[in-house]
């Protein structure tokens, strides 16, 4: 239960009955209403702006307009109190009784705690990783792929019908230099001494494999061919060899896509020149110069007569070129092509993740999108900010294998994948981040993804004391989930069951924002108050979780515990970290 959506539901329905009444129009818009916990937690549990978003339809006085709402809420099933506030804000108390239900609540769900229907089930493709065939994946992949893969998961929980996609750049000239060095690899397994890679090539061992596996598979076939016609096959072979190991490397991580979209394919079936007859047909694709771009003109830039797609008239800085002068198509074409791919397939809402080094596409891509999709399409970017590998304060130097990067795998099989995928969400995907293999590693509160899992931990650890102090048959899930929740009255006892309940209204924020780091943020605040409850009950023993001669409150703490245990859970498996049971 959400109870934020709770009480603005109920609020409607208090606006509802004042119009019956006539103290109200009728037909108010009532999108705009909000139900929040207040900034100050001394001024209440919940607050709304009704009034104040009411006031200028209704042509009345926020106030007068709070005073009637607040009238008629307190008489709200789990409401205190009732108190106005500022211009008309409503801020209300709910009784202990309401929280200790909500806690019940968490308790029945368990890890499903937070699950929403808000999305509806709605299509939204996430595209993300979309890595370059050409060689392993690097710690900057790294962080895409785990911003995708747990806003994906974000979105399921959610309600919405998510699709995880990767798109396979295999038609450019990049995979040409890919068969080429994969050939000298395989001319190297066949015996030949190669000496220092060209420049130009891809320098990393990690082709020697392939290279074996190619001649292993074809002997000297390819040895002493024309170039033009070992390219193909090879190309091929290079692709397939790339793609298994990123797949490999993704499953290290945890990351599954569930549609893999090649752009050599859509090439083949001219989904290029679709989409492009598709734009012409509505006078979007003309013939045209451009002007020079300002400042330094680059070295290949020539002032001729272009294909040129009318980004401006859906918000682009300049028209885009969609054909290159020997005729094929722009990157930015075949982009087109798939996104029209993507939106024919069903998904009006797409959501795309890059590198930060892409943030100058973002623009055409989307105007495209409104064209191609006659504005009933959205495409949300998100950019991902480089990543710092450091090792206690110093940068880590590169990976033999790739050559020039340190690999994704690298860092995986150092520090373990549920490491990497917490620590690379401690932070907004356009805000850079330092990820050092010392402070990671370190089991101390200043380490994020310590200090949640040792909360967790510890819940469990309190399970297995009570067991033993308290007998197995006195703590079972039976006994915890029948608790009197009645005794826990406490203030910090409280304050934690309501950090708990905030969950559901994260869940749904989050996933409107696409935000997944907020999850992050608010298990760091769920952990801080259970380890600071856990703390006082060593300075003061009436607050401790197991009071031995009290065996009705030692269950109900083991109860609100067991939900601090849940919502962890809950938040992780988002972000498809295990919980751990203890610390090792």
């Known amino acids: 239960m959400n109870l934020f959506t709770h009480f603005r539901d109920q609020i409607a329905t208090?606006?509802?009955?004042?119009?019956?009444?006539?103290?109200?129009?009728?037909?108010?818009?009532?999108?705009?209403?909000?139900?929040?916990?207040?900034?100050?937690?001394?001024?209440?549990?919940?607050?709304?702006?009704?009034?104040?978003?009411?006031?200028?339809?209704?042509?009345?006085?926020?106030?007068?307009?709070?005073?009637?709402?607040a009238a008629k809420a307190e008489s709200m099933s789990g409401v205190t109190g009732v108190e106005i506030a500022g211009p008309g804000f409503i801020n209300m108390r709910l009784s202990e009784d309401f929280w200790q239900s909500r806690l019940r609540?968490?308790?029945?769900?368990?890890?499903?705690?937070?699950?929403?229907?808000?999305?509806?089930?709605?299509?939204?493709?996430?595209?993300?990783?979309?890595?370059?065939?050409?060689?392993?994946?690097?710690?900057g992949h790294a962080r895409g792929a785990v911003f995708g893969d747990a806003l994906a998961a974000l979105l399921d929980k959610a309600g919405y019908d998510v699709t995880r996609e990767y798109y396979i750049n295999d038609a450019g000239a990049q995979v040409d230099v890919l068969a080429r060095s994969l050939h000298l690899r395989y001319r190297e397994a066949l015996g030949e001494k190669i000496g220092d890679i060209p420049e130009g090539l891809y320098p990393g061992d990690y082709l020697v494999p392939a290279g074996e596996a190619l001649a292993a598979r074809d002997g000297d076939k390819w040895k002493d061919a024309d170039e033009a016609e070992w390219v193909p096959a090879v190309r091929d072979f290079a692709i397939d060899a790339m793609m298994a190991m990123i797949r490999d490397d993704l499953a290290a991580l945890g990351v599954q896509h569930?549609?893999?979209?090649?752009?050599?394919?859509?090439?083949?079936?001219?989904?290029?020149?679709?989409?492009?007859?598709?734009?012409?047909?509505?006078?979007?694709i003309y013939q045209g110069v451009l002007?020079?771009?300002?400042?330094?003109?680059?070295?290949?830039?020539?002032e001729r007569e272009q294909t040129l797609f009318k980004a401006t008239q859906f918000g682009d800085d300049v028209d885009r070129p969609v054909q290159k002068s020997d005729g094929s198509w722009t990157y930015f074409a075949t982009d087109m092509a798939y996104h029209l791919d993507k939106y024919r397939r069903g998904f009006s809402d797409m959501i795309d993740v890059w590198g930060a080094d892409h943030g100058g596409y973002v623009k055409r891509m989307q105007a495209a999108i409104k064209a191609l999709s006659g504005g009933n399409a959205a495409l949300d970017v998100k950019l991902c900010q480089m990543v710092s590998l450091m090792d206690g304060g110093e940068p880590v130097k590169m990976s033999k294998r790739a050559?020039?990067?340190?690999?994704?795998?690298?860092?995986?099989?150092?520090?373990?994948?549920?490491?990497?995928?917490?620590?690379?969400?401690?932070?907004?995907?356009?805000?850079?981040?330092?990820?050092?293999?010392?402070?990671?590693?370190?089991?101390?509160?200043?380490?994020?993804?310590?200090?949640?899992?040792?909360?967790?931990?510890?819940?469990?650890?309190?399970?297995?004391?009570?067991?033993?102090?308290?007998?197995?048959?006195?703590?079972?899930?039976?006994?915890?989930h029948g608790a009197n929740l009645g005794r826990l009255n406490d203030d910090n006892e409280l304050q934690l069951i309501k950090q708990l309940c905030q969950w559901p209204r994260i869940v749904e924020s989050a996933a409107v924002a696409h935000e997944p780091h907020r999850i992050a943020f608010y298990l760091g605040d769920v952990a801080a108050q259970f380890h600071g409850l856990w703390n006082k009950g060593k300075d003061d023993k009436a607050l401790r979780f197991i009071i031995a001669d009290d065996a009705e409150l030692t269950l109900a703490r083991l109860a609100m515990i067991r939900a601090v245990a849940n919502v962890i859970a809950s938040g992780l498996n988002v972000f498809g970290v295990t919980p751990v049971k203890e610390m090792r």
């Open 258 to 284: 569930n549609v893999f979209t090649s752009e050599r394919q859509l090439v083949s079936d001219n989904k290029v020149a679709e989409a492009l007859d598709f734009l012409k047909d509505q006078g979007l």
């Open 403 to 480: 050559g020039t990067f340190v690999t994704l795998r690298d860092v995986v099989d150092q520090v373990g994948k549920d490491v990497v995928r917490f620590i690379m969400l401690t932070r907004k995907n356009d805000a850079g981040l330092e990820f050092d293999f010392a402070k990671v590693t370190e089991q101390s509160k200043d380490n994020p993804v310590f200090y949640v899992q040792y909360a967790h931990a510890r819940v469990n650890s309190v399970m297995r004391m009570a067991a033993d102090e308290l007998g197995a048959d006195a703590v079972t899930d039976d006994a915890v």
């Open 105 to 139: 609540d968490i308790l029945d769900a368990g890890a499903a705690y937070g699950d929403s229907a808000a999305g509806q089930g709605h299509k939204v493709n996430v595209e993300y990783v979309s890595a370059n065939p050409t060689g392993p994946m690097h710690v």
């Open 14 to 69: 208090l606006i509802e009955d004042l119009a019956a009444a006539g103290e109200l129009p009728g037909g108010l818009d009532l999108s705009r209403i909000t139900v929040e916990p207040p900034r100050d937690t001394s001024h209440g549990d919940i607050t709304t702006n009704a009034a104040m978003v009411l006031a200028k339809p209704a042509g009345k006085n926020p106030r007068d307009i709070a005073a009637l709402l």
């Open 291 to 302: 002007e020079p771009p300002k400042g330094k003109l680059p070295d290949d830039w020539e």
